[in-house]
T-cell receptor, first 109, second 114 residues
């Protein structure tokens, strides 16, 4: 089955800097790649997604890049703010969602 | 945004007992999911459900697990009997158009099996 790996288990940046979280997947059948954010003790909150028919999608400070050849996708957050601090999960989906292990993003004031 | 509700928020039960976790999905959604998360670790897929049937389930969805949504009411996950390793946070999610669509997650039910 699909295996999604998140390369950074933790990421610490200063407020205002950019943050990049990288993920890889294994199954070429995956065609939908959502990102979720989870704050401590809370549920998953949908952040942004990308489908395999495009290689880039931007929403305000968030950009997702998809490289289907390398089976790699990434989340870029610009102008980070302390409230961006959370665990970010990448995921890949064809008939079901497979989540990565999560990246703890810490934005220091 | 769309809201998924889960009842109860916490449940403590003795091993071997039955537990039912309830999910109130987004009103016009047709696809429903259960996930299991242990101690803030990876979110693991259990099952998805559409049109009254289980569409896909993982190895974690043991024989002791069952799901149903009788007459459009709550989407439920029943565990009978419970085991110690069932202790986790269970998240329900729903989507409008299947697994290639955005899933909206509920707040979770924290289950502790003693």
């Amino acid at each position: 089955g699909e295996k999604v790996e998140q390369h950074e288990s933790t990421l610490s940046v200063r407020e205002g800097d950019s943050a990049v979280i990288n993920c890889t997947y294994t199954d070429t059948a995956s065609s939908y790649f959502p990102w979720y954010k989870q704050e401590a003790g809370k549920s998953l909150h949908f952040v942004i997604d990308i489908r395999s028919n495009v290689d880039r999608k931007q929403s305000q400070r968030l950009t997702v890049l998809l490289d289907k050849k390398a089976k790699r996708f990434s989340l870029h957050i610009t102008a980070t703010q302390p409230e961006d601090s959370a665990i970010y999960f990448c995921a890949a989906s064809y008939n079901r969602i497979f989540f990565g292990d999560g990246t703890q993003l810490v934005v220091k004031p | 945004g769309p809201k998924v509700l889960q009842i109860p928020s916490h449940q403590i039960i003795d091993m071997g007992q039955m537990v039912t976790l309830n999910c109130d999905p987004v009103s016009n959604h047709l696809y429903f999911y259960w996930y299991k998360q242990i101690l803030g670790q990876q979110m693991e897929f259990l099952v998805n459900f559409y049109n009254g049937k289980v569409m896909e389930k993982s190895k974690l969805f043991k024989d002791q697990f069952s799901v149903e949504r009788p007459d459009g009411s709550y989407f439920t996950l029943k565990i009978q009997p419970t085991a110690l390793e069932d202790s986790a946070v269970y998240f329900c999610a729903s989507s409008s158009q299947g697994t290639q669509d955005t899933q909206y997650f509920g707040p979770g039910t924290r289950l502790l099996v003693l």
